[in-house]
């Protein structure tokens, strides 16, 4: 394949080192019948390991300059050329009728995105191994009462079972980024909050975080819930968001949806 110029643009950082991506594969453990999406292939070093496991997984790549030759190298490929945030997984489960498992390399500036989309569609996705920038990996399995425990992890905490897997250097990447990365896996669960439910969890968690320094009463009179009385909720709304454990934004969801 002819050497393509990672692009700042798109937030390019190519793997090189062929140790590190043959962890992510042992991580991966990929099946031939495996309904499995690979984001951002880029110039291809974990598509062509996962190639050879499945020859006709799916690959969503943005960057036209490398869509020519990983067409070339990978015949059977299904290869999408676009945006993962815009991809209709529904449609891709329905081709397959089998839930679907999410890997890659992914854009850091596109890290929220990306996760916030598997959230999203939790009850299609079967689990995601993804290389994060390793802060963020930090905020995605922090404990209670620190300053990493936020929005990311307690979603992430309610819909998969998040399991930091290893820490990568920066020398591994073409170019070497400033920080240093981490290997995830994200187990999601079944039927953990569905629908109505899902939604109002969802904005809750992010309306309580939306004001991290106030109470949660403050932050939620300053968000779309601000037309709701919380004082008789079971949750003691005296407390900060990084106080509340997962349960208790359940129940703030259901609160409100009682009110709804």
């Known amino acids: 394949m002819e050497q393509i110029k990672p692009l700042k643009r ?75 945030l815009e991809l209709d997984l529904k449609q891709l489960y329905k081709n397959k009728k089998k839930k679907i498992r999410i890997v890659g390399n992914i854009p850091y500036n596109l890290t929220s995105s990306v996760l916030f989309k598997l959230i999203d569609n939790s009850d299609l996705v079967q689990d995601s191994v993804l290389m994060v920038q390793y802060e963020v990996a930090k905020r995605m399995k922090a404990s209670k009462g620190s300053k990493d425990y936020g929005i990311l992890t307690v979603l992430l905490s309610k819909f998969a079972d998040v399991e930091f897997c290893f820490k990568v250097p920066p020398a591994v990447f073409s170019p070497k980024p400033k920080v240093y990365s981490a290997v995830v896996h994200l187990h999601f669960k079944e039927s953990a909050l569905k629908d109505e439910m899902k939604e109002i969890f969802i904005k809750i968690v992010k309306a309580a975080f939306g004001n991290r320094r106030k109470i949660l009463k403050n932050s939620l009179a300053n968000s779309i819930f601000r037309h709701i009385n919380f004082e008789s909720a079971e949750v003691d709304i005296n407390k900060r968001a990084e106080q509340l454990n997962v349960e208790d934004f359940v129940l703030l969801a259901e609160f409100v949806k009682e009110r709804s």
């Open 10 to 84: 798109f937030g390019q950082n190519y793997l090189i080192d062929e140790n590190i991506i043959n962890k992510i594969i042992r991580e991966i453990e990929p099946q031939k019948d495996d309904n499995l999406i690979e984001i951002g292939p880029g110039t291809g070093s974990l598509t062509e390991k996962l190639f050879q496991y499945n020859r006709s997984f799916t690959a969503v790549e943005v960057d036209r300059r490398v869509i020519e030759n990983l067409s070339a190298k990978f015949p059977s490929l299904n290869l999408i050329e676009g945006d993962f």
